[in-house]
């Protein structure tokens, strides 16, 4: 079935340090894929997504490029602050039938200062 | 604002007691989801509505039920909590492939 798989956390770097945090899937037909993040006590909300091949999301500074050749979606960010430190979900969307969501299992970002 | 809520935000109950757990939209969004999310296990749908009175079991159904009476709502029941429902629950309603989620409801089953 699909699936998404996102690397351990947490990722602990300091203020002004590049990011990656890596996602690959596995899907059947084009899915369509998506970063969403998690402050805090708060809920889940979407930071970018891509919805075919080679295309590049990117919000708040983070971006991520649809690589159909590797099935990745891994999401980068030049230079964190500490209001970044949150949790990250990869996640895809079928194209097919009801569209279902399906998650990674998260991974908490901390940023120092 | 466009949002979807839910309560309580936090729940304390005891094994066996029948709760609900209310979500609402304002977005006249057709579709809708409940998820719970557990450590190391990321998201997890439960139930999904495509529309009023149409719903159907996602991936983790067991011991809970909902209702789709009215397109905002979207209540998660349980009738019989047991410890392992503790976690961490999420309304959802979806438009054109973007979801937009609650804040959550923190659930502890005693």
């Known amino acids: 079935g699909d699936s998404v798989t996102q690397m351990e956390g947490p990722v602990t770097l300091s203020e002004e340090a590049f990011l990656t945090i890596n996602c690959t899937y596995t899907a059947t037909g084009y899915p369509s894929l998506f970063w969403y993040v998690q402050y805090p006590g708060e809920g889940l909300q979407l930071l970018l997504k891509?919805?075919?091949?080679?295309d590049k999301g990117s919000n708040k500074g983070f971006e991520a490029t649809y690589r159909k050749e590797t099935t990745s979606f891994h999401l980068e960010k030049g230079s964190v602050q500490v209001s970044d430190s949150a949790v990250y979900f990869c996640a895809l969307s079928t194209n097919t039938g009801f569209q279902k969501l399906v998650f990674g299992t998260g991974t908490r970002l901390l940023v120092s200062p | 604002e466009a949002q979807v809520t839910q309560n309580p935000r936090y729940l304390i109950t005891v094994t066996g007691k029948k709760l609900t757990v209310t979500c609402s939209q304002n977005?006249?969004?057709?579709?809708m989801s409940w998820y719970r999310q557990d450590p190391g296990l990321g998201l997890r749908q439960i139930y999904y509505s495509m529309n009023v009175e149409v719903t159907d079991k996602g991936d983790v159904p067991e011991g809970y039920k909902v209702s789709r009476k009215e397109k905002r709502n979207f209540p998660l029941i349980l009738e019989s909590p047991s410890p392992n429902q503790t976690s961490l629950y999420f309304c959802?309603?979806?438009?054109?492939?973007?979801?937009?989620f609650g804040p959550g409801t923190r659930l502890l089953v005693l």
């Open positions: 891509a919805t075919k091949a080679d």
């Open positions: 959802a309603s979806r438009q054109q492939g973007t979801q937009y």
């Open positions: 977005m006249n969004h057709e579709y």
